[in-house]
């Protein structure tokens, strides 16, 4: 029996809702099946990946400190997938974002005052912004594949962190270390609550942001065009939109977001540069967007669950005694299964054969 | 009488197909007999080509019986047709443009011969039925009168007895399509049958033995078509006889309000066709026509003068004696022009919008601060209201304006898109192929509303392949042949001869100098 | 001896090229067929993991062989099943392919982790190799090398010599008129999909089993997006395919020579030499557009379903 695709007359509202539960219904009985293999009882392994972090606090924080970075990256991304520009790129522009952010600091420590950290923030929005561009300029001038040249500038990306912490930037007091120095309480996003958890405010940037995606795409102008261009170029053309302009309009809006959310992980989180400043959060992100329905309320729901699955998987490593390796596999089944399901949205299954005679 | 000792070649009974939302065919008939050219008449939408493609196993029917030489046959794919000897010459062509001709002959032949031997019989089948077409050319380089011969011979390769054409001479000039009938009577003569799927009755009179009519998906009728007269004929497939176009005589000559000159445009991409020297003029109270078979460079036309492509001489096209040919489409649109794209999907309307968001697509900048405001904000509230009012003008048939564009029919989409510009009262209409696809209802009224719009002061310009619908509505015609455009005659001295002459490219050097 | 030495380095880029022209020349059919496979690097990767597996538990390299083609066409199974069943957007399955081969395959190879691998040795042929210059270039090499060569003159002939190519070359150029002329746009589809696993996963096997023979964490570091970048470098063309695929592999091995010679750059910079030269390449092959749009196979990302 072969299964076969049948349009839909206009897209379903029902399954545009329910796809993304579906796919996280599937992912756990993947997961569930996962934990088998593994020895693990399945309702055990389940619960501490997705519930037990969610019972306490201070681990509440934890899942804010991971999501800010997700959600922040995703809104960018949700502008770039909605027109048909697929930046690729955005763990090289959250590092680039990171590096620009910490050259005040690390360079000149001693100005630090109390506009520091303000000009850290554009500094790495403008870092990520710039590096974001730089794909965006190939694709409009020279017509280049911005999937595989946004993601070439990962690689070149995370080189050149490495060669900034064990080269110029390398602490000189550090033993040797591959580190820069620690930023100083300026320097730091500071945390929200001190009492309760380290949860800084990048949690409240990933926030606004998501909401005035929201605005952006529901009420004006632009959104309409990222909507339009998205969905038909040449319909884009006859409305007078330049596809060109949003591309370079998207790719730095994502760098800039993707910029930020680095630099917010280096001065709320880490407080320093060192070789590695993300645990992949760029391409986390692109699962998050998609698993979001690429649209900001999605967003914000589908990042604190992929946020989830960061501190699942630590919990597991350390009470299950399960590898965290684990996570990644979570992450790229869900999404498969989202990809799948949505094909529900504009398609109905019916098995062949079942309304011609054959 | 069909003799008792012979049974028909084709014989449908009841064939039915639904689509999601609509019955292509319900419940239909037909008799095909050995040697016979037999016509399938019906509007767009009529369900034409649903009948053939179950015919040719592109599709397979919800129920009902197809007989094969009285044999009742399942045809489960494409093959299986081609090997009982069904051919099909398909309407949008079913070539590949990056291959050769040689090559996409090979690919129908189910057991293809090697190419060599393949080359020579289909140089043998051209000659003898008229058709030259060169083996080694990339169909992507060809026009699509060459690609409709590579069609027949690969079609004729096969030896059907059946061999179907859908809509054959909508790309051809009437000299062509002249060629064409040539060659299916000589198939005739060979005792082959021909089901030839037109709407078009003069060329389904003037050929075919026998007709059936479909209309909505259902037989209304079998006929001699050489026995009626075009006007019950018409009748038959519209169900209601149509009032003709309005068309009073034009005032004299009005104001240039569209000046064309010297316009060059070099071929974007390697399908392109270049624009050489072109000359027109748009002038207030009349409709410039312009013919051609398509592919000659109309499109390219229409993007330069909406200015979805800009030219590099902004004095090449003025608009109320502004040069323009540097701005871009808002800016002509603040001047006062509106835009009618040949393609409804995915240029003039995004499919999956709904008509609000539609309404939106070619009026942001247009309409002052009246539905964005200046920061961007789009005023939901006015949008609606317009959407509902365009709705309303050209009665577009709807559940609503909440509706995504693309489940719309050909024709309301059509009439929606077509409303969408003429709310605006443009003082220049550019419309490229304004009654393609649509049925015969819709057409009457967006070709009353072109012709009133121009009565009424604007000046149209009406880019169509459908001669009879320019003949019917222009002031004036030109013809468009290989990117140059024929200077224009009032539409009193046009007939499908001389016009014919132009498409095909004779005399075309005889314009381009106003 | 200063020959020795230029011999030693064309063996290093040979085996630096080997794995990047079978990936790239499974992608190339992907992609004649209409289907861009975003996932070669998640295929790579888990034919590595395979090819490693296969051969440390068996202890016979050809077990890994077999292990890493059948991990990447699983892999690929799964990329056919979403594009080409369901028709859900080829960039984005692609992607998560990428994503879940990456994720999948560091689950798997946590206990090689540092493990000592089985190498696929060369092939001996005795008194050829020792051939002065090129007798052991031509004739001392791992099979796998041989058979990438063989495989490049088979993919050329297939599509340009043969009717299963020419069926393969039209389902990529016009799907619809493929469909319309009765061939099996999907069945064919699924074939160069599988095709594709098939050389992903062999070129990760490779990586695995003679170019370092041991398992480290994502270790394909990249090469199936150079091997993505290189099937638009060929314009879709075999033989073009090796010779780009022969350029990656001397600029990865030069920079790594370099390296070892202490050139006054820093290592980082040279280490980013690969992906540097890919962007430059990719900008240089694609800026006359209309070159391009002739090259591509006109239906290349478009999902495909057909009207029953």
């Given at each position: 029996?072969?299964?076969?695709?049948?349009?839909?007359?206009?897209?379903?509202?029902?399954?545009?809702?329910?796809?993304?539960?579906?796919?996280?219904?599937?992912?756990?009985?993947?997961?569930?099946?996962?934990?088998?293999?593994?020895?693990?009882?399945?309702?055990?392994?389940?619960?501490?990946?997705?519930?037990?972090?969610?019972?306490?606090?201070?681990?509440?924080?934890?899942?804010?400190?991971?999501?800010?970075?997700?959600?922040?990256?995703?809104?960018?991304?949700?502008?770039?997938?909605?027109?048909?520009?697929?930046?690729?790129?955005?763990?090289?522009?959250?590092?680039?974002?990171?590096?620009?952010?910490?050259?005040?600091?690390?360079?000149?420590?001693?100005?630090?005052?109390?506009?520091?950290?303000?000009?850290?923030?554009?500094?790495?929005?403008?870092?990520?912004?710039?590096?974001?561009?730089?794909?965006?300029?190939?694709?409009?001038?020279?017509?280049?594949?911005?999937?595989?040249?946004?993601?070439?500038?990962?690689?070149?990306?995370?080189?050149?962190?490495?060669?900034?912490?064990?080269?110029?930037?390398?602490?000189?007091?550090?033993?040797?270390?591959?580190?820069?120095?620690?930023?100083?309480?300026?320097?730091?996003?500071?945390?929200?609550?001190?009492?309760?958890?380290?949860?800084?405010?990048?949690?409240?940037?990933?926030?606004?942001?998501?909401?005035?995606?929201?605005?952006?795409?529901?009420?004006?102008?632009?959104?309409?065009?990222?909507?339009?261009?998205?969905?038909?170029?040449?319909?884009?053309?006859?409305?007078?939109?330049?596809?060109?302009?949003?591309?370079?309009?998207?790719?730095?809006?994502?760098?800039?977001?993707?910029?930020?959310?680095?630099?917010?992980?280096?001065?709320?989180?880490?407080?320093?540069?060192?070789?590695?400043?993300?645990?992949?959060?760029?391409?986390?992100?692109?699962?998050?967007?998609?698993?979001?329905?690429?649209?900001?309320?999605?967003?914000?729901?589908?990042?604190?669950?992929?946020?989830?699955?960061?501190?699942?998987?630590?919990?597991?490593?350390?009470?299950?005694?399960?590898?965290?390796?684990?996570?990644?596999?979570?992450?790229?089944?869900?999404?498969?299964?989202?990809?799948?399901?949505?094909?529900?949205i504009h398609y109905q299954l019916r098995r062949s054969g079942d309304t011609h005679?054959? | 009488?069909?003799?008792?000792?012979?049974?028909?070649?084709?014989?449908?009974?009841?064939?039915?197909?639904?689509?999601?939302?609509?019955?292509?065919?319900?419940?239909?008939?037909?008799?095909?007999?050995?040697?016979?050219?037999?016509?399938?008449?019906?509007?767009?939408?009529?369900?034409?080509?649903?009948?053939?493609?179950?015919?040719?196993?592109?599709?397979?029917?919800?129920?009902?019986?197809?007989?094969?030489?009285?044999?009742?046959?399942?045809?489960?794919?494409?093959?299986?047709?081609?090997?009982?000897?069904?051919?099909?010459?398909?309407?949008?062509?079913?070539?590949?443009?990056?291959?050769?001709?040689?090559?996409?002959?090979?690919?129908?032949?189910?057991?293809?011969?090697?190419?060599?031997?393949?080359?020579?019989?289909?140089r043998e089948l051209s000659e003898r039925y008229g058709l030259p077409l060169d083996?080694?050319?990339?169909?992507?380089?060809?026009?699509?009168?060459?690609?409709?011969?590579?069609?027949?011979?690969?079609?004729?390769?096969?030896?059907?007895?059946?061999?179907?054409?859908?809509?054959?001479?909508?790309?051809?000039?009437?000299?062509?399509?002249?060629?064409?009938?040539?060659?299916?009577?000589?198939?005739?003569?060979?005792?082959?049958?021909?089901?030839?799927?037109?709407?078009?009755?003069?060329?389904?009179?003037?050929?075919?033995?026998?007709?059936?009519?479909?209309?909505?998906?259902?037989?209304?009728?079998?006929?001699?078509?050489?026995?009626?007269?075009?006007?019950?004929?018409?009748?038959?497939?519209?169900?209601?006889?149509?009032?003709?176009?309005?068309?009073?005589?034009?005032?004299?000559?009005?104001?240039?309000?569209?000046?064309?000159?010297?316009?060059?445009?070099?071929?974007?991409?390697?399908?392109?066709?270049?624009?050489?020297?072109?000359?027109?003029?748009?002038?207030?109270?009349?409709?410039?026509?312009?013919?051609?078979?398509?592919?000659?460079?109309?499109?390219?036309?229409?993007?330069?003068?909406?200015?979805?492509?800009?030219?590099?001489?902004?004095?090449?096209?003025?608009?109320?004696?502004?040069?323009?040919?540097?701005?871009?489409?808002?800016?002509?649109?603040?001047?006062?022009?509106?835009?009618?794209?040949?393609?409804?999907?995915?240029?003039?309307?995004?499919?999956?919008?709904?008509?609000?968001?539609?309404?939106?697509?070619?009026?942001?900048?247009?309409?002052?601060?009246?539905?964005?405001?200046?920061?961007?904000?789009?005023?939901?509230?006015?949008?609606?209201?317009?959407?509902?009012?365009?709705?309303?003008?050209?009665?577009?048939?709807?559940?609503?304006?909440?509706?995504?564009?693309?489940?719309?029919?050909?024709?309301?989409?059509?009439?929606?898109?077509?409303?969408?510009?003429?709310?605006?009262?443009?003082?220049?209409?550019?419309?490229?192929?304004?009654?393609?696809?649509?049925?015969?209802?819709?057409?009457?009224?967006?070709?009353?509303?072109?012709?009133?719009?121009?009565?009424?002061?604007?000046?149209?310009?009406?880019?169509?392949?459908?001669?009879?619908?320019?003949?019917?509505?222009?002031?004036?015609?030109?013809?468009?042949?290989?990117?140059?455009?024929?200077?224009?005659?009032?539409?009193?001295?046009?007939?499908?001869?001389?016009?014919?002459?132009?498409?095909?490219?004779?005399?075309?050097?005889?314009?381009?100098?106003? | 001896?200063?020959?020795?030495?230029?011999?030693?380095?064309?063996?290093?880029?040979?085996?630096?090229?080997?794995?990047?022209?079978?990936?790239?020349?499974?992608?190339?059919?992907?992609?004649?067929?209409?289907?861009?496979?975003?996932?070669?690097?998640?295929?790579?990767?888990?034919?590595?993991?395979?090819?490693?597996?296969?051969?440390?538990?068996?202890?016979?390299?050809?077990?890994?062989?077999?292990?890493?083609?059948?991990?990447?066409?699983?892999?690929?199974?799964?990329?056919?099943?979403?594009?080409?069943?369901?028709?859900?957007?080829?960039?984005?399955?692609?992607?998560?392919?990428?994503?879940?081969?990456?994720?999948?395959?560091?689950?798997?190879?946590?206990?090689?982790?540092?493990?000592?691998?089985?190498?696929?040795?060369?092939?001996?042929?005795?008194?050829?190799?020792?051939?002065?210059?090129?007798?052991?270039?031509?004739?001392?090499?791992?099979?796998?090398?041989?058979?990438?060569?063989?495989?490049?003159?088979?993919?050329?002939?297939?599509?340009?010599?043969?009717?299963?190519?020419?069926?393969?070359?039209?389902?990529?150029?016009?799907?619809?008129?493929?469909?319309?002329?009765?061939?099996?746009?999907?069945?064919?589809?699924?074939?160069?999909?599988?095709?594709?696993?098939a050389c992903a996963g062999l070129a990760g096997a490779h990586l695995s089993l003679?170019?370092?023979?041991?398992?480290?964490?994502?270790?394909?570091?990249?090469?199936?997006?150079?091997?993505?970048?290189?099937?638009?470098?060929?314009?879709?063309?075999?033989?073009?395919?090796?010779?780009?695929?022969?350029?990656?592999?001397?600029?990865?091995?030069?920079?790594?020579?370099?390296?070892?010679?202490?050139?006054?750059?820093?290592?980082?910079?040279?280490?980013?030499?690969?992906?540097?030269?890919?962007?430059?390449?990719?900008?240089?092959?694609?800026?006359?557009?209309?070159?391009?749009?002739?090259?591509?196979?006109?239906?290349?990302?478009?999902?495909?379903?057909?009207?029953?």
């Open positions: 029996m072969a299964l076969e695709l049948v349009k839909r007359p206009s897209p379903s509202r029902l399954f545009a809702a329910l796809s993304p539960f579906i796919a996280f219904a599937l992912t756990l009985l993947a997961g569930a099946l996962l934990f088998k293999i593994q020895g693990v009882p399945p309702l055990a392994g389940l619960y501490t990946y997705f519930v037990e972090p969610l019972t306490e606090t201070w681990s509440l924080h934890e899942l804010a400190i991971k999501a800010a970075p997700l959600i922040l990256i995703a809104v960018g991304l949700a502008v770039c997938f909605l027109s048909n520009n697929w930046n690729i790129g955005a763990e090289g522009q959250f590092i680039l974002g990171g590096i620009f952010g910490s050259a005040l600091p690390v360079l000149y420590p001693e100005l630090s005052n109390n506009t520091t950290l303000p000009v850290m923030l554009l500094m790495g929005a403008a870092g990520g912004a710039l590096f974001g561009l730089i794909p965006a300029f190939l694709k409009v001038k020279f017509n280049a594949n911005e999937i595989l040249t946004s993601l070439m500038l990962v690689y070149v990306a995370q080189l050149l962190l490495d060669w900034l912490v064990r080269g110029p930037w390398r602490n000189p007091a550090g033993f040797g270390f591959p580190q820069t120095r620690a930023f100083d309480e300026l320097a730091r996003l500071p945390a929200i609550d001190n009492m309760a958890g380290r949860a800084h405010w990048g949690i409240a940037f990933a926030l606004i942001a998501a909401l005035a995606l929201w605005w952006l795409l529901r009420s004006t102008r632009s959104g309409f065009e990222i909507r339009v261009i998205g969905a038909s170029p040449r319909a884009g053309a006859f409305a007078g939109f330049s596809s060109k302009r949003l591309t370079l309009f998207a790719f730095a809006l994502s760098g800039g977001l993707a910029g930020l959310a680095g630099i917010v992980e280096v001065s709320g989180t880490i407080g320093q540069l060192q070789p590695s400043i993300s645990p992949g959060y760029g391409f986390t992100a692109i699962i998050v967007a998609f698993l979001g329905r690429l649209n900001p309320a999605g967003i914000v729901a589908a990042g604190t669950v992929l946020a989830l699955t960061y501190l699942g998987g630590e919990a597991a490593q350390m009470s299950l005694g399960l590898s965290d390796k684990a996570v990644r596999v979570f992450q790229g089944l869900l999404l498969f299964f989202v990809l799948a399901t949505d094909t529900l005679g054959a | 009488m069909p003799s008792d000792t012979q049974p028909p070649l084709l014989e449908l009974e009841k064939l039915r197909k639904a689509f999601p939302g609509t019955l292509a065919n319900d419940d239909v008939d037909l008799v095909i007999n050995p040697g016979e050219i037999h016509a399938l008449l019906g509007e767009n939408g009529a369900g034409k080509s649903t009948l053939v493609k179950m015919i040719y196993g592109v599709l397979r029917p919800d129920a009902g019986a197809i007989r094969w030489h009285g044999e009742s046959v399942d045809l489960p794919n494409p093959r299986a047709a081609r090997r009982r000897g069904i051919g099909m010459v398909f309407q949008h062509f079913s070539l590949f443009e990056a291959l050769s001709a040689a090559e996409n002959i090979a690919l129908s032949l189910d057991d293809a011969p090697p190419m060599d031997t393949l080359t020579q019989r289909a083996p080694h050319a990339m169909v992507g380089d060809l026009s699509v009168g060459e690609r409709q011969r590579i069609e027949i011979v690969r079609c004729l390769l096969q030896e059907p007895e059946l061999l179907i054409l859908d809509e054959p001479t909508s790309v051809l000039t009437p000299q062509e399509a002249e060629q064409l009938f040539k060659t299916l009577e000589q198939l005739r003569a060979d005792g082959k049958s021909i089901l030839y799927i037109s709407h078009r009755l003069q060329e389904v009179q003037r050929l075919c033995d026998n007709a059936t009519v479909l209309r909505g998906g259902k037989v209304v009728g079998h006929c001699k078509p050489a026995e009626e007269s075009a006007a019950s004929l018409a009748t038959l497939m519209v169900g209601s006889e149509l009032p003709e176009v309005a068309h009073e005589e034009a005032l004299e000559s009005g104001a240039v309000l569209l000046d064309v000159r010297a316009l060059t445009r070099p071929a974007a991409t390697p399908f392109a066709v270049a624009l050489q020297d072109v000359y027109l003029q748009g002038r207030s109270g009349r409709i410039l026509g312009i013919a051609g078979v398509a592919g000659n460079g109309q499109g390219e036309l229409f993007e330069v003068l909406s200015g979805e492509v800009l030219t590099e001489q902004p004095l090449c096209i003025k608009m109320r004696n502004k040069a323009i040919g540097n701005l871009g489409i808002n800016e002509r649109r603040k001047l006062g022009a509106a835009f009618v794209p040949e393609e409804r999907l995915g240029h003039g309307a995004v499919p999956n919008m709904s008509l609000i968001d539609n309404a939106l697509l070619s009026r942001h900048r247009s309409d002052g601060g009246e539905l964005v405001g200046i920061t961007g904000r789009v005023k939901r509230g006015k949008l609606r209201k317009l959407a509902a009012r365009i709705v309303e003008s050209m009665d577009v048939r709807c559940s609503g304006t909440e509706q995504p564009a693309g489940a719309l029919s050909g024709g309301n989409l059509q009439k929606y898109i077509i409303a969408r510009e003429l709310d605006r009262k443009p003082k220049v209409l550019v419309v490229n192929q304004p009654t393609w696809g649509v049925d015969a209802g819709a057409a009457l009224r967006i070709r009353n509303a072109l012709v009133q719009l121009a009565r009424d002061g604007s000046a149209v310009v009406v880019i169509s392949q459908d001669l009879e619908e320019l003949l019917q509505i222009s002031d004036d015609v030109s013809v468009m042949h290989d990117g140059k455009l024929s200077f224009p005659m009032p539409v009193a001295e046009a007939n499908p001869e001389n016009i014919g002459l132009l498409m095909g490219g004779s005399e075309a050097n005889a314009g381009g100098n106003a | 001896m200063e020959h020795e030495l230029i011999v030693n380095v064309l063996l290093t880029i040979a085996t630096a090229s080997t794995p990047l022209l079978i990936a790239a020349m499974g992608e190339l059919v992907v992609e004649r067929s209409g289907v861009l496979n975003l996932g070669v690097e998640g295929m790579m990767v888990i034919g590595a993991v395979c090819g490693f597996g296969g051969a440390a538990l068996s202890g016979n390299p050809w077990v890994g062989v077999l292990a890493g083609i059948s991990g990447g066409v699983l892999a690929s199974l799964l990329f056919g099943v979403l594009t080409l069943s369901i028709a859900t957007n080829q960039v984005a399955t692609g992607l998560s392919l990428t994503l879940l081969g990456l994720g999948l395959s560091g689950l798997l190879g946590e206990s090689f982790v540092g493990q000592a691998g089985v190498k696929l040795s060369a092939v001996d042929m005795g008194p050829l190799t020792e051939i002065p210059y090129v007798g052991r270039f031509l004739f001392g090499q791992d099979p796998i090398f041989y058979l990438s060569l063989l495989l490049v003159a088979c993919v050329s002939w297939f599509l340009f010599r043969t009717r299963a190519g020419l069926v393969l070359r039209a389902v990529g150029d016009s799907h619809d008129s493929a469909h319309a002329l009765g061939l099996s746009v999907v069945k064919i589809r699924y074939a160069a999909v599988a095709f594709g696993g003679v170019y370092t023979t041991q398992w480290v964490e994502n270790m394909t570091a990249g090469r199936g997006w150079i091997a993505l970048a290189l099937v638009v470098f060929a314009s879709w063309r075999p033989w073009r395919v090796l010779a780009g695929a022969y350029l990656f592999g001397g600029v990865t091995i030069g920079q790594l020579h370099a390296q070892a010679f202490g050139v006054a750059v820093p290592s980082q910079l040279l280490s980013a030499l690969p992906y540097l030269a890919t962007i430059v390449v990719l900008v240089l092959i694609s800026r006359n557009k209309r070159l391009t749009i002739l090259n591509t196979p006109a239906c290349l990302g478009r999902p495909f379903v057909p009207n029953r």
